[in-house]
C-alpha cells in the first residue's frame, strides 16, 4: 500500500499538508494560554476555577496534533477527500 498525503487549503488559500496545518493550529491553540495569563496577570495553575480551562486548551491542542495520525481514507487514490 503506497502512502498518501493529505494537504488542505488553510485560511489563506494556500495549500499545505494536514500535518503542517494540524502543527500550526495546535501551535496557535498553546499560544492563547500565554496570552491568556499575560492578560490575567496569573499563572492559570494559581486558580482552581482556571485550571479545568487550562486542561481543555491543552487537551485540544494535543488532540489537534494528533489528527494526522488518526485519518483512514478508504476508496480510490483518484477519488476526493
Do not use: F, P, Q, W
Amino acid at each position: 500500500m503506497s502512502e498518501m498525503k493529505v494537504y488542505i487549503k488553510n485560511s489563506k488559500d494556500e495549500v499545505e499538508t494536514l500535518y503542517s496545518y494540524c502543527n500550526r493550529l495546535s501551535k496557535r491553540n498553546n499560544s492563547i494560554l500565554y496570552k491568556l495569563e499575560n492578560h490575567l496577570n496569573m499563572k492559570l495553575l494559581d486558580d482552581e476555577s482556571l485550571v479545568e480551562i487550562r486542561d481543555i486548551i491543552l487537551t485540544v491542542s494535543a488532540d489537534i496534533s494528533k489528527i494526522n495520525n488518526h485519518i483512514i481514507i478508504i476508496g480510490d487514490n483518484d477519488e476526493e477527500l
